[in-house]
């Protein structure tokens, strides 16, 4: 969604490459605000021009990124519910909140089930069974889902160390399979 609108008093800036977090979208505009300081610039903020909404780079700090961009990329097709959360997980893996992440990962892979035509309320393993039954997720995969089922298991368990690298796995693995599920379903009947 585009912010209508204009932004007063934008300069002319250098331009800058950079993933914004508001709408995913890679771009290099060249408009913007300068924060100065005797010639330095100390802050600048750019405006998207694709969703027109405004990403802050605080420069001292080797050009931090405000809002940071998600990770993963998005993907479409999505039921709004599937959408809601897998985005949650995106944004808990760009502020490095991994073990939130991969909790979250496991709620994902329940409501797949459940979208899926798995009954409500039922035991993580009996959703990964149904998913697996159904086909959805492939013979390989398997080693992944149980990671996750490790990993995200603290309800009993004392709390696992989740690393960066597994969760990004974790993530990556959940990408492959929403796409297999719902992204090239969508594409295949848009055509
Ligand atoms: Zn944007």
């Not at 605080?58 to 097709?77: A, C, L």
């Not at 892979?109 to 993580?124: P, Y």
Request: hydrophobic share 35%; aromatic share 8%.
């Amino acid at each position: 969604m585009v912010l209508w609108g204009e932004w007063v008093d934008v300069d002319r800036m250098d331009p800058c490459k950079y993933q914004c977090a508001h709408c995913d979208a890679l771009v290099g505009p060249d408009s913007g605000y300068l924060c100065d300081r005797h010639g330095g610039a100390l802050g600048k903020v750019y405006i998207c021009p694709n969703c027109n909404r405004p990403t802050y780079f605080e420069m001292s700090n080797d050009r931090t990124q405000i809002p940071s961009p998600r990770y993963g990329n998005k993907i479409e097709h999505l039921p709004e519910e599937i959408e809601k959360v897998y985005t949650e997980i995106r944004d808990c893996m760009s502020h490095q909140l991994y073990t939130a992440g991969v909790l979250l990962a496991r709620k994902l892979l329940m409501n797949i089930a459940v979208d899926s035509g798995a009954k409500e309320g039922v035991s993580f393993v009996t959703y990964v069974n149904f998913l697996e039954s159904e086909g959805i997720i492939p013979k390989d995969g398997k080693d992944w889902v149980d990671a996750i089922r490790q990993a995200g298991n603290i309800a009993t368990h004392k709390i696992p160390s989740i690393n960066q690298e597994l969760a990004e796995d974790i993530v990556t693995f959940l990408e492959f399979l929403l796409r297999i599920k719902y992204e090239m379903p969508g594409r295949m009947a848009r055509k």
